[in-house]
Every structure is written in structure tokens, then in C-alpha cells.
């Protein structure tokens, strides 16, 4: 089993900078990509961003780009989220997700697609 655990929230003022952390627990662990969504009150989980560990590409939504930096190290199974310039409406629990191996699939993109572990979550708050 695949443990999937998140590190880094906390309270920060708008403007300000936070750096969040993933790990995967089990170390031979096969996966195509690595990312992070997050969940604000009352909404949807949405994605954030994801590392597609085949070409080291990486891809954000429209609403982090040019703030957020995604980052990792595949061999370790861990992933990185630096947030900068956080706006009170980045305030959401924000998960790690996996993307387990599959055969022939190379190069992901940003989601859709399933997500095969999560970790529980950190909660980010930015105050105004």
C-alpha cells in the first residue's frame, strides 16, 4: 500500500510565500506523475499542478501560473509546491496526488485523468 503524505500548510498574509511537500511512502514504487489540487470550502477539488516524471514537464492552472512552482524528485517519490505572492482566495486543503504506472503511458499532460493515491491533505489559509 501506498501511503501519500502532505506537509507545509499553515497561516500566512496575502502576499506571502509558502512551500509545501509530498511524499510517497513506498520506496520501489512505479508512477508516471505526481501533482497537486486543492479544495476550498464549499467547492470542488481542483487541480493545482503536475510533474509527468517521463519529460520533467510540468503543468499549472490557469490561476497559479507565474506564483505557484511545482517541483520533485521522482527516485525519492516526492513533490514540491512553492506558492508565492498567495492570494486569500489560495486559501483550501490542498492535496498530493499520484498517478500510478501504467504500460505505454508516457508524457501525461495536466488532468483529467484518475489519480491512484492521495494523501489527506494540508490546510493552506491566507489572510487578507
Known amino acids: 500500500q501506498v501511503q501519500v503524505v502532505e506537509s507545509g500548510g499553515g497561516l500566512v498574509q496575502a502576499g506571502g510565500s509558502l512551500r509545501l511537500s509530498c511524499a510517497a511512502s513506498r520506496r520501489t514504487f512505479s508512477h508516471t506523475a505526481m501533482g497537486w489540487f486543492r479544495q476550498a470550502p464549499g467547492k470542488e477539488r481542483q487541480f493545482v499542478a503536475v510533474?509527468?516524471?517521463?519529460?520533467?514537464?510540468?503543468y499549472y492552472a490557469d490561476s497559479v501560473k507565474g506564483r505557484f512552482t511545482i517541483s520533485g524528485d521522482n527516485a525519492k517519490n516526492t513533490v514540491y509546491l512553492q506558492m508565492n505572492s498567495l492570494k486569500p482566495e489560495d486559501t483550501a486543503v490542498y492535496y498530493c496526488?499520484?498517478?500510478?504506472?501504467?504500460?505505454?503511458?508516457?508524457?501525461?499532460?495536466?488532468?483529467?485523468?484518475?489519480?491512484?493515491?492521495w494523501g489527506k491533505g494540508t490546510l493552506v489559509t491566507v489572510s487578507s
Open positions: 510533474i509527468s516524471w517521463s519529460d520533467g514537464s510540468t
Open positions: 496526488g499520484v498517478r500510478g504506472w501504467r504500460p505505454g503511458e508516457r508524457n501525461l499532460g495536466p488532468p483529467p485523468y484518475d489519480i491512484d493515491y
